[in-house]
């Protein structure tokens, strides 16, 4: 991580990096999702995240698909590889510290035209929370639970998806109700764009959100959420055996680096 990528991702919460997947893991994931596409679960009207906004209402749920890891080998190679993938290591050693550990499982989100977008959530103020946070002290940023999302689609500026307010996860005070629900305030909100294969990495400090999807190509995101090595927001679960050495250092239960917790370089 260079120092422009430190400051802009202390500035504002988020940093998008390009090119991280090839055009081949690109089409292999996408072809693995479509394989399995019975595995979507479309969320149902109850469960809806639109949080009753008009401008954040859709004609449907979004989709979500688990089990990445688990699917039958060769598919969930591109997945298994996202999971400790060479290139975002350095971010989260960064961000995160040595040791840091995947916290919820691996997941895709899927949206396509019409989807519905989901209500601001984050941690961000007034109170801290311990599972959620981000701090900068003697020089080097620390953060709670962080989200890596891999893009197998593009994201158009219009389209619709990851939204953040820049700079939120620094902020004192709650976020105005009616900006939670994208009714207000729209100019201090950014939608991430990027390129199929690019990585978007953000706290969950930073206040953020989706908007509805508009664009005719579905939105393909997958996403996992780190965390610290000490950390746990979900409970641990078991180390499955498919697992080669890096993988398993990442799904290591929390405790102290300090305790021969293996880490990654
Ligand atoms: O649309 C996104 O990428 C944000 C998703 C999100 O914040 C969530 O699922 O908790």
Known sequence: MNDDEKYLFDLNGYLVIEGVLTREEIDISNQAI???????????????LDGNSDM?????????????????SPWCDPFRQMLVHP?????????LGKGFRMDHQMFLISMDKGAEGFIFHGSSGPEFDPNQYYIFQNGKM???????????????????????????????????????????????????????????????????????????????????????????????YNIPEWADERQRSVMEPPYHTRLNRPVLD
Request: charged fraction near 25%; proline fraction near 5%.
């Open 142 to 236: 620390h953060c709670g639970l962080t989200v890596v999302t891999f893009q197998l689609g593009d994201v158009n500026p219009g389209d619709g998806g990851l939204i953040v307010i820049p700079g939120s996860h620094k902020s004192n005070f709650s976020c105005p109700v009616q900006m939670k629900r994208y009714e207000k305030h729209q100019e201090h909100i950014r939608q991430i764009t990027c390129k199929a294969g690019s990585v978007v990495i953000f706290t969950e400090a930073v206040t953020h959100g989706t908007l509805p999807w508009t664009a005719d190509h579905p939105r393909r995101s997958v996403l996992t959420r780190y965390t610290a090595g000490n950390l746990a927001f979900v409970p641990a």
């Open 34 to 48: 479509d394989r399995y596409s019975e595995k979507m679960r479309i969320r149902s009207r109850e469960e809806r």
């Open 56 to 72: 954040l209402r859709g004609t449907h749920g979004r989709g979500e698909f688990g089990g990445l890891l688990e699917l039958e």
């Open 87 to 95: 290139k975002i290591v350095p971010y989260l050693n960064e961000i």
